[in-house]
């Protein structure tokens, strides 16, 4: 105690460094302590020395490659079978969809199993025996790109690839196979819409209502000047498809002098000066809903796409390219205003298809 907590005349002489250093003999310092050690020596591995577990191994690597495959195709088979809306318990995840669980699932087996096969291959079949690169320049000499070439040639001799026939097949196989997965999921992003966009609620006889009343028009509820959102009669905006059926169905109502119309086509289609157009801009499909009086031109907030009313909708301004479509009408025999038919055009923006 008192050699540690004591003064220095209180420890011992033989347990000063000096002491120490006389009674052990001098510590030997060596010549170089940063000097590289080099390699421990290499160690064979059991696949190196047991060909039965090199072989063993083989059929490891292979087996993860053939369960990528199948899971590939489980991928596929389960984008096809199971619909979107499927709703499936499954512990611990809960309720989920059963299409989307599949997919995660099979889709990240197959990639899995391409890796851990990979990895499994070069750490038990490959070349194990350690190699020594020293730095050398970035710009490599023309005898480093040889060495480089050699040492690929050399590394993909020992990969086995083409002597271990079952690994290489099952291997181009999964590869080949697994992106089908991003293929099948480019097919579509959702059911096709088919003729869908060329088609709307309206149709021959139908009513037009009042968007914010919900009540049937008549003639007189147009007045010169105003603007009227107008849908089809029986279209509830409580109903599920309420938001897709109006984002085609949409129209306006504006009554203007039948001598300001220009159109042929557009004045026998309206009734006593009361034009039906579509209110989805032709542009990207923004409602279309600011009024000039004086100009009668409808402008879309979204772009500043502009349309002359009084012109067969024809776009004077903006990034539009087509004309808002017009929907023909008439007045029913108790006096409501009722669609002639549908759009003779699909509404909205320009796709494709359209042609």
């Given at each position: 105690m008192s050699s540690q907590t004591g003064s220095h005349n209180?420890?011992?002489?033989?347990h000063l460094p000096a002491e120490q250093g006389s009674a052990q003999g001098e510590v030997k310092v060596a010549d170089d302590p940063f000097a590289d050690p080099g390699?421990?020596?290499?160690?064979?591995?059991i696949q190196d020395?047991?060909?039965?577990?090199?072989?063993r191994s083989e059929r490891v690597v292979a087996l993860l490659f053939t369960v990528s495959m199948l899971a590939t195709i489980g991928f596929i088979a389960s984008y096809v079978t199971f619909p979107i809306d499927k709703?499936?318990?499954?512990?611990?995840?809960?309720?989920?969809?059963?299409?989307?669980?599949?997919l995660g699932l099979t889709l990240g087996i197959a990639l899995f199993c391409i890796g851990a096969g990979a990895v499994h291959w070069s750490r038990t079949l490959m070349d194990s025996h350690e190699v020594v690169q020293e730095r050398h320049p970035i710009e490599a000499s023309d005898a480093t790109k040889s060495a480089a070439l050699a040492a690929f040639a050399k590394g993909a001799e020992d990969s086995g690839l083409g002597r271990r026939k079952l690994i290489r097949n099952t291997m181009f196989g999964a590869l080949a196979l697994v992106p089908l997965s991003g293929l099948v999921l480019l097919r579509d992003l959702g059911p096709l819409p088919e003729d869908k966009l060329r088609s709307t609620m309206w149709k021959k006889g139908l009513r037009l209502v009042n968007e914010n009343t919900l009540e049937p028009l008549r003639p007189e509820d147009i007045t010169v000047g105003s603007l009227t959102f107008a849908m089809p009669e029986g279209l509830d905006?409580?109903?599920?498809d309420f938001p897709k059926e109006i984002a085609k169905a949409a129209l306006m109502l504006i009554r203007l002098e039948p001598?300001?119309?220009?159109?042929?086509?557009?004045?026998?289609?309206?009734?006593?000066?009361?034009?039906?157009?579509?209110?989805?801009?032709?542009?990207?499909?923004?409602?279309?809903t600011l009024y000039e009086q004086q100009t009668h031109h409808v402008l879309c907030p979204c772009h500043q796409s502009t349309f002359d009313l009084t012109?067969?909708?024809?776009?004077?301004?903006?990034?539009?390219g087509h004309p808002l479509p017009q929907l023909q009408i008439s007045v029913s025999k108790d006096g409501f205003l009722e669609a002639q038919g549908d759009f003779a055009e699909p509404v909205g923006p320009s796709f494709w298809e359209r042609g």
């Open positions: 209180d420890v011992s002489d033989d390699l421990p020596p290499h160690e064979d591995r020395i047991d060909e039965r577990a090199a072989k709703i499936v318990y499954i512990f611990p995840f809960g309720h989920i969809s059963i299409l989307n669980f599949s905006p409580e109903d599920h001598n300001d119309i220009k159109d042929r086509q557009q004045l026998d289609w309206a009734h006593e000066g009361i034009v039906a157009y579509s209110r989805i801009c032709t542009h990207v499909g923004c409602p279309v012109d067969g909708a024809r776009v004077i301004f903006g990034p539009a």
